[in-house]
């Protein structure tokens, strides 16, 4: 018999979030959907100085309000800032998550998860989500480049 | 006998949400909190042609990504567009606010406002939300500015 109380799944999903945009918001939607009915969102957000180490420099929006404002968003139950030194097998320790949603642009993250579930026999589904394409300012580079045109003299 | 079960308030607030920022987010929480508990808040998105009337140029992000973006935040119950044309009295005949919130850089809105109530007799209170101080990128100019000294050569 089909218990009747489903344990809730806990679907995961990392970020930058720099500069908030729909895409964003479409991504974390996908995500939880996989999760299926009163699934959980968690959303890791990439430290400043993660992103400074891989990108060369940080973000426009300082970390604690990438956070806040990530939270503050109805489709996400909790937004927590990922470790000092990201190690993707600390994160799925912690976190639990029984699916990991990967972006369009995660492709690197991706190896490593898959990786490291592989290499420890977890029983963790990961789910990529496909682009949001309604316009083209749902990329955050994008949206940069537009303000720079505009506003750069 | 007070009723058992009150009216929610509904608080109206509006602005333009260009580029997202904890600002928005905090003014908005503010505005809902001036409603009591169980408040309703309902946000008017300034349309791209009011803003290139009014600022001299449209926003970054057009006007059906704003409204959606906003209303995908926790504290928000709607969003809905502003008219064409824009004019205070239709918006406040159509939502039939409790509370008017306005922001720290609604003045001209703030007048507006307080003469269309007086002149009819309305019952509206007109609340004005302080600016959240945390820190310098809670304003869309000042992170426009740090973007362009950012990426602009």
Chains 1, 2 share one sequence.
Request: aromatic share 6%; no cysteine.
């Amino acid at each position: 018999m089909a218990s009747k109380h489903k344990k809730r799944k806990v679907v995961l999903a990392s970020g930058v979030f720099d500069l908030l945009h729909l895409g964003h918001v479409k991504f974390l939607e996908e995500a939880k959907k996989a999760g299926g009915k009163n699934a959980e969102l968690i959303v890791i957000i990439a430290r400043d100085s993660t992103v400074e180490k891989t990108k060369g420099s940080k973000p426009i929006m300082p970390e604690s309000q990438r956070r806040t404002l990530v939270e503050s968003l109805k489709v996400v139950d909790e937004a927590v800032l990922g470790f000092e030194n990201f190690d993707i097998g600390e994160v799925i320790e912690k976190i639990k998550p029984d699916i990991i949603a990967l972006g369009y642009d995660q492709t690197a993250m991706e190896k490593q998860v898959r990786e490291y579930v592989n290499k420890h026999g977890l029983n963790v589904q990961v789910v990529r989500v496909s682009k949001f394409e309604e316009d083209e300012l749902s990329s955050s580079s994008k949206i940069r480049q537009k303000i720079v045109e505009k506003f750069a003299r």
